[in-house]
């Protein structure tokens, strides 16, 4: 049964990569391996809802795709979230594009009817792709220390938009951005 479903913002293979070998490096060191056990895909979550009806979303996400090219990106540093899910993140830089973008879908969301929860609202979201979930509070320190020998800042662009399903992760749909056709 399903958690919930999310908007994602996916990269261009170069910038995909970037993650993965993140990703990667963390599973061969057995620090964290649930990103890639859960079948991801390098992203950043631009809503999450478990209450949303995802034929209706479909049609929200590909007008808004038609509309819009991709987004370039710079990952630029490592956070981590004040809460229990022990989640490590690269964090872009928060230019005017991406916040735009993320507050756009929000407004087309709105617009249908979709209710905008709290950490998503335009004065609340904070943008990340997740590198670690659930990391043993143990190892966060030397987590922190592997992807310190990352060379950050890593840039690429946001090339698509999709619908997921969770957990299991499973993406229903998803477009390119400014083209029509589903991928």
């Known amino acids: 049964m399903s958690q919930g479903y999310a908007i994602e ?4 293979p170069a910038l995909e990569n970037q993650v993965l070998k993140a990703w990667n490096v963390l599973a061969r060191r057995q620090i964290s391996t649930q ?27 590909r007008n808004f795709a038609a509309k819009l090219e991709s987004l370039p990106l ?21 230019s005017t594009s991406l ?20 950490e998503y609202r335009q004065d609340s979201w904070i943008p990340y792709c997740s590198v670690a979930q659930e990391l043993p509070k143990s ?3 030397e987590a ?17 938009i999709g619908l997921v399903e969770f957990s299991p992760v499973r993406e229903l749909f998803s477009y390119v951005l400014g083209n029509t056709a589903e991928t």
Not at 74 to 94: C, E, K, Q, R
């Open 9 to 12: 913002l996916y990269f261009d």
């Open 35 to 61: 990103l890639i056990e859960i079948e991801s895909r390098p992203h950043i979550t631009l809503f999450s809802s478990q209450f949303i009806d995802p034929i209706k979303l479909e049609s929200i996400i």
């Open 74 to 94: 710079s990952f630029s540093s490592i956070g981590t979230l004040p809460n229990d899910s022990n989640v490590l993140f690269l964090a872009p830089t928060p």
């Open 99 to 118: 916040l735009q973008f993320q507050s756009q879908l929000c407004d087309a969301l709105k617009k249908e009817g979709v209710e905008i929860g709290e």
């Open 139 to 141: 190892r966060m320190a």
């Open 144 to 160: 922190f220390c592997v992807l310190r020998d990352l060379k950050l800042p890593v840039s690429g662009y946001a090339t698509d």
